[in-house]
């Protein structure tokens, strides 16, 4: 693999290794420490998943993407190989032709399932955060009790829908879960298939 280097660098915790939306010149490998996966999802940061050492990253805009897809930052302090893409690209192009024709159906494939993987992730963490700060309906029927008739009846609808509202949503965290499972163990027999193709590494970016 390091025969590949054009250059190695170290990176400071908490460091940006590559950032989403910048154009991709550079796939890395991961030599020591451990590194974060970021996505800008409604325009916050969310955390979609770690790097180790020995991970390949950064090499998913080679495939059609020109732009980065995601983040990364160093995890504490980290040592990067860089492949140039003309490099990586170069050795790509030595696969067979059936060979390179289903990796890039099967990277463009990952690239969808982590799209939806990580909207997904978004969507049971913000029901959890929902969750964590929900008041508690019934007590605040009680705290009503002594006023009048139309405030208590307004207040017994909303209970009632709130309820309603959270029963839905524990049903519907689950489903998502669920279905975040089923997309993970598919994104992992991709990565497998693509590690058979091509080496190993997470794919990212």
């Known amino acids: 693999m390091e025969q590949f280097f ?13 950032e989403e939306g910048s154009w991709a010149y550079y796939a890395y490998v991961l030599q020591s420490g451990r590194a974060k996966v970021w996505k800008n999802i409604n325009n916050k940061p969310v955390l979609v998943g770690t790097l180790k050492e020995g991970d390949i990253f950064g ?21 990067v190989g860089m492949i140039t893409k003309d490099t990586f690209m170069e ?52 705290e009503v009790e002594n006023m009048p008739d139309l405030l208590r009846e ?7 829908r709130f309820i309603s509202a959270i029963d ?27 590690e058979t193709g091509k080496g190993h590494g997470k794919q990212c970016c």
């Open 91 to 142: 050795a790509v192009n030595k696969l067979p032709k059936e060979a390179h024709v289903k990796l890039d159906k099967m990277t463009q494939d990952l690239l969808y399932l982590n799209d939806a993987y990580n909207r997904l992730t978004n969507c049971i963490r913000e029901i959890s955060d929902i969750k964590g700060r929900m008041i508690d309906p019934r007590l605040f029927e009680k």
């Open 59 to 79: 090499e998913m805009s080679f495939f059609g993407m020109a732009k980065r897809t995601a983040s990364v930052t160093a995890d504490g302090d980290v040592i």
């Open 6 to 18: 054009s250059r190695t660098e170290k990176i400071k915790d908490g460091s940006i290794i590559l």
């Open 154 to 160: 307004v207040v017994g609808r909303a209970s009632k």
């Open 168 to 194: 839905g949503s524990i049903k519907l965290m689950a489903q998502l879960e669920e279905a975040s499972r089923t997309i993970d163990s598919l994104s992992t027999t991709l990565i497998r298939n693509v």
